[in-house]
DNA sequence: TAAATAGTTCAAAAATATTTGAACTATTTT
DNA sequence: AAAATAGTTCAAATATTTTTGAACTATTTA
């Protein structure tokens, strides 16, 4: 028996969303993005970060599956950009409300 | 040679908040403490959400390590309350500054 | 068309985090 | 003084997350 309750739901939610902020090569990642108000290739930021592409792909797929970045691939390359709305609803409010 | 740049300090902060609020039960402890004006025991938190006092004792010292919480012990018991400060100066504004 | 580039996937290994129960300290109640 | 209560500590077991390298797809460049 699945449980499928609302409640249950945003807090998966929002611990998906702390997960993905708690470790320092994402945090690095969205520092980096922050201050980039154009979207940016995974591989530029990667060599940014200093991380492997393999570790890249692994970050910015869990980045992305949090919902905190946007991503669109054009061809060979996959282009990022930060998610404000969700760092509005489950990060800047998370205090506030509830 | 220990790296103590400022930056890296302040992010290790930030990490050591984001992991501690990236645990369902650690969620559950805070929105129980958000709902609730006054201090409180340990004890009383951990029957709530239902763990055993091993299982509270790890996670109020992770909370508490974190700057999330207060505590005050008087004799048998540990008081807690939500430290706000911590939430408005690294989650709360967590995306607007920087 | 061959080589280079951007990124993904996979499974194994390594690192970290969490749970558990037993033994413990200190305080309060009977 | 004995028993009960609140919480801590420890080490072992378990679970979860992250890293790694090799093999892969798709696209672009030489």
């Known amino acids: 028996m699945v449980n499928t309750k609302l409640k ?3 807090d998966d939610r929002q611990i998906q969303i702390f997960k993905a902020l708690a470790d320092p090569i994402r945090l690095e ?3 980096y993005l922050k ?3 154009h979207e940016i290739a995974c591989g530029e ?6 991380i492997s592409k ?4 692994y970050h910015f ?3 992305e599956s949090a919902g905190l970045i946007n991503t669109r691939r054009e061809a060979r390359e996959k282009y990022v950009t930060l998610n404000k ?7 800047t409010d998370f205090y506030r409300n509830i």
Chains 1, 2 share one sequence.
Do not use: M
């Not at 393999?54 to 792909?57: A, E, H, I, L």
């Open 8 to 10: 249950n739901q945003i």
């Open 29 to 31: 990642i969205i520092e």
């Open 54 to 57: 393999t570790s890249g792909s």
């Open 35 to 37: 201050h980039t108000d």
């Open 85 to 91: 709305s969700t760092f509005d609803k489950y990060v």
């Open 45 to 50: 930021v990667g060599r940014a970060v200093d």
């Open 61 to 63: 797929k869990l980045l």
